[in-house]
């Protein structure tokens, strides 16, 4: 191993060791707020974010 592949799961492991708790705080607090879907863009080709597309992400979950 190099010293940068070192010095870079270091760098990882102090981030997710400082941000993991900082999201279960900010999750049991209640400050996160929840996006719902937009409204369908009927001329675009593209794939929405919809309650739709939301419903099959959550049905698909394992």
Do not use: F, I, N
């Given at each position: 191993m190099?010293?940068?592949t070192t010095?870079?799961?270091r760098n990882f492991l102090k981030?997710?060791?400082v941000s993991?708790?900082?999201a279960a705080v900010a999750l049991a607090s209640g400050t996160v707020a929840e996006a719902g879907p937009a409204e369908p863009?009927?001329?675009s080709d593209k794939m929405q974010d919809t309650a739709h597309?939301?419903?099959y992400y959550?049905?698909?979950r394992f």
């Open positions: 190099t010293q940068e010095a870079s799961r981030l997710a060791s993991a708790p900082a863009d009927l001329t597309t939301r419903a959550e049905s698909a």
